[in-house]
């Protein structure tokens, strides 16, 4: 069993920076990938980006490409989303996942709860 919490979203003004945070129990958290997806308002859920229990493999989508930095601690049991230049458009609630392995990751098992991230113009 996999436990996820997310922290770090809030509000913050059109090229900001945040930077999100999911704590994940569980003594598999070293062997597992993980992931970051985000549903904005009346939108579907979307891949954002994911990494590989190496930290090697780290595909993201192509809309937060050269902004987004995927990383994890695997020692903290943590993986982490470094936001820059956000956009009003990145305005969303924004979920860790877990998965077995990178090739399972955009249909994780396990969930967080999410965090709100709200870009201001």
């Known amino acids: 069993q996999v436990q996820l919490v997310e922290s770090g979203g809030g509000l913050v003004q059109a090229g900001g920076s945040l930077r999100l945070s999911c704590a994940a129990s569980?003594?598999?958290?070293?062997?597992?990938?993980m992931g970051w997806f985000r549903r904005a308002p009346g939108k579907e859920r979307e891949f954002v980006a994911a990494?590989?229990?190496?930290?090697?493999?780290?595909p993201y989508a192509d809309s937060v490409k050269g902004r987004f930095t995927i990383s994890r601690d695997n020692a903290k049991n943590t993986v982490y989303l470094q936001m820059n230049s956000l956009k009003v458009e990145d305005t969303a609630l924004y979920y860790c996942?877990?998965?077995?392995?990178?090739?399972?990751?955009?249909?994780?098992?396990?969930w967080g709860q999410g965090t709100q991230v709200t870009v201001s113009s």
């Open positions: 996942a877990s998965a077995p392995g990178i090739a399972t990751i955009r249909n994780p098992g396990y």
């Open positions: 569980g003594r598999t958290f070293s062997t597992y990938a």
């Open positions: 990494i590989g229990w190496r930290g090697t493999i780290t």
